[in-house]
């Protein structure tokens, strides 16, 4: 039989678990990724942008210390002077002013070394002194008078008679000092005086490279690739910038972004926008009235990517480890089921092939235990029935045989005897429990042939002639005759014993004459079964043989008249083939 069935359903089992699995955790994964997604784009969006605000904070900082100084020299004692003599026009109070004011000038520039230069301006905007720092340190460069011309290459340098500061960028300095290198940014703030019409003001210039520091700034940004920080002024021109990105080469805006991007980054305020495989960040720093400065980022997109990748990657194995746990907790319960579903499809199998005396015993306390228990009452039930209706068979069979030997009257038990004989024997040989049970049921029928026999033959007390002989073997083919065409396996193994129970090991039987393992083992069986008890019993035509004779006869046909297994067999049972002989005594 070829074996289907629960192995199917644990597949089936896995397939279920994996279709309804999968989807669930698909649909949360999704979810989960893109509500992360949209939580890192806002995470990064703050991180970057709250570190560029920092950043820019940085910047007004600077700038107001800067203010603050430029004010503070605006309205020192020195500066008045200086105003005062300016007003009297007296050359010498204006000298010894301006010699204090450059001493003065020397030691804030000594204080702070961020300053490139400290300029005194005129009414006119001529330098009247500049104090700078070179390549021989601090010093006075020049002393102009009142007739100074103005200061070239500077715009927005005027200040209100408030003293607002303004702020210019210096993009050509004329200084070749390396501390000026690049472009310069002046702070200009007024000096005032008693006399606020002075027209005098204090210029600081300083070093965009040296004012913005965008190294230090870089520690603001937590990341191990930040891209280029750049600051730029209104134009978009460059003032500063460090770190690395694709447009290093640029020395304007214009010549590295769109210019639909630079519009949008020079048009004020700060935003977001994202530029080939990268992203800009950028704000606004207001420094003065109508002068302001942008401060941006351009970060390459892997580092604001990468902790969104590292999500992907947490969620990757997030899924299979949920995938995986619902595997493991799903066989855990899905185990005892399909083990309780194997253990009654077994079961059934068995009853199916007979064995009506299986029993199942499925462990827990659910409906699989009362099916189980519900089961083995319907085996019970069954097998009971069975052996009903078996009974009633077996009784039928030996009534109708016991009917057809009738007219023998002194047969007895024999049939009993001898079905017992053949199924101990057939047990002793190994014969599985269905072919020893089908042995004791089928034996009786070996000599149903004999119905065909007339009675002057089977009742004559003397020794048979050769003709009466002749017709006594065909009771063989008679009872196979009889027995042929059946369904029943009880009855196609009675016509084969029929048949073969009087063939012999030495093919001198009849009525084949078949020899050795030709002969079925259950011919041979019952031959030896039927022999004993003939030579045990009383007939018509003998006295029965004491036992030891008896057996003594059975040993001499040892490979002659039977298999010498069989003999073997035999012997070996001795005892229950004589409990069994004692038992079913003829009743006289």
């Known amino acids: 039989m070829k074996k289907r069935g629960l192995f199917k359903l644990k597949y089936k089992a896995a397939i279920l678990v994996l279709l309804v699995s999968l989807p669930c955790v698909a649909a949360i994964g999704t979810f989960a990724c893109m509500a992360a997604k949209r939580h890192v784009e806002m995470m990064t969006r703050v991180d970057y942008t709250g570190s560029l605000r920092r950043a820019g904070q940085v910047v007004l900082d600077e700038v107001a210390h800067v203010d ?20 009297a026009a007296d050359p010498v109070q204006l000298s010894e ?18 300053y490139v230069r400290i300029c005194l301006l005129g009414p006119s905007g001529g330098e009247l002194l500049r104090i700078q720092r070179g390549q021989n340190g601090i010093g006075t460069l020049r002393l102009a008078n009142l007739a100074g011309k103005a200061t070239p290459g500077g715009t927005g340098d005027r200040t209100d008679p408030e003293g607002r500061l303004n702020v210019a960028v210096i993009s ?5 000092s390396p501390a000026s290198s690049g472009p310069l940014l002046r702070f200009v ?61 640029a020395g304007n805006l214009r010549g590295a972004y769109p210019r639909a991007l630079v519009s949008a980054i020079l048009s004020g305020g700060q935003g977001e926008v994202s530029f080939r495989d990268r992203k800009l960040f950028y704000s606004t720093l207001p420094i003065a009235d109508h002068f302001h400065l942008i401060i941006g980022l351009d970060s390459p997109g892997g580092p604001v990517e990468a902790p969104l990748r590292r999500f992907d990657h947490f969620l990757f194995y997030l899924i299979a480890a949920t995938l995986l746990v619902t595997w493991i907790l799903s066989g855990i319960f899905v185990k005892p089921i399909l083990e309780a579903l194997e253990t009654l499809h077994e079961a059934t199998r068995g ?3 007979g064995d009506f005396l299986v029993r199942v015993a499925i462990p827990g306390n659910d409906e699989f235990r009362d099916l189980g228990e519900g089961f083995n009452t319907m085996a019970r039930a069954i097998w009971k029935k069975t052996e009903e209706i078996e009974d009633a068979s077996r009784e039928m069979v030996y009534r109708l045989l016991k009917a057809a030997e009738s007219r023998d009257e002194d047969t007895g038990m024999h049939l009993q005897r001898m079905s017992r004989y053949a199924a101990a024997v057939a047990r002793k040989l190994g014969l599985s429990r269905e072919q020893t ?5 089928a034996s009786p029928m070996h000599d149903v042939g004999k119905i065909g026999v007339p009675d002057r033959i089977l009742l004559k007390p003397g020794k048979l002639d050769p003709q009466e002989w002749e017709i006594m073997k065909r009771h063989t083919t008679w009872g196979a005759r009889m027995l042929e065409g059946s369904r029943t396996e009880c009855l196609k193994l009675a016509e084969v014993i029929a048949l073969t129970h009087h063939e012999r090991w030495d093919g001198s039987g009849y009525p084949r004459g078949l020899r050795g393992n030709q002969i079925p083992i259950e011919g041979r069986i019952v031959a030896i079964a039927d022999v004993f008890d003939a030579l045990t019993t009383s007939r018509p035509y003998k006295e029965a043989f004491p036992l030891d004779k008896a057996l003594a006869i059975i040993r001499d046909g040892r490979g002659t008249h039977f298999d010498p297994e069989v003999v073997d067999a035999f012997f070996e049972i001795r005892d229950e083939i004589i409990s069994i002989m004692e038992e079913c005594k003829d009743v006289i």
Do not use: W
């Open 97 to 114: 002013s301006l010699r204090s004011m450059g001493v003065l000038f020397g030691e804030m520039m000594a204080v702070s070394p961020r």
């Open 189 to 249: 703030a007024p000096v005032l005086s008693n006399d606020a019409r002075s027209g005098l003001r204090i210029a600081i210039d300083v070093s965009s490279r040296d004012f913005f520091n965008l190294k230090k700034m870089f520690t603001i940004f937590q990341l191990k690739d930040p891209g280029e920080l750049f600051v730029v002024d209104a134009k978009g021109s460059y003032l500063h910038r460090c770190g690395k990105s694709s447009a290093a080469a």
């Open 437 to 441: 049970e089908a042995v004791l049921r």
């Open 351 to 353: 009853i199916s092939a």
């Open 172 to 176: 050509k300095p004329r200084s070749a």
């Open 68 to 87: 603050r100084d430029a004010l503070f020299l605006g309205r020192t004692v020195f500066a008045r002077r200086v105003a005062k003599a300016v007003g």
